[in-house]
């Protein structure tokens, strides 16, 4: 099922094959569940309540993880990393923009 995110910070986001649910801390992949961390949840769902638009290093340390973290900007990186293996077959979704940060893709554009 497809459905477009209404606002930004809804909690169940759906895409073919992918469900993200962000109360439930629930992704499911192609009809299967997948775990993870609370980190990785939080990245993957504001990464992909934005589709299509690039999203910095920067933004996603402030937004995703917190501002009072100590974290670098490679830590995202490493946490996009976890991601997408977990994500399997969708992992083509979170594109890299290389020297600017990621992308979720909307295969509905």
């Known amino acids: ?14 895409f073919t094959g992918l469900v993200i649910d962000r109360a439930r801390h629930e992704v499911v ?12 949840l939080r990245l993957l769902h504001f990464i992909a309540s934005h589709p299509g638009r690039v999203l910095t ?27 997408r293996k977990k994500l399997g077959a969708e992992r083509e979704r979170l594109e890299t923009v290389r020297g600017v940060g990621y992308r979720f893709r909307d295969d509905r554009n």
């Open 1 to 14: 099922m497809q459905t477009a995110p209404d606002r930004a910070d809804d909690d169940r986001l759906e």
């Open 29 to 40: 992949v192609r009809g299967e569940p997948v775990t993870f961390t609370p980190t990785e």
């Open 57 to 83: 290093r920067d933004q996603l340390l402030s937004r995703a993880i917190g501002e009072h973290a100590v974290v670098l900007d490679r830590n995202i990186d490493v946490h996009v990393r976890s991601i």
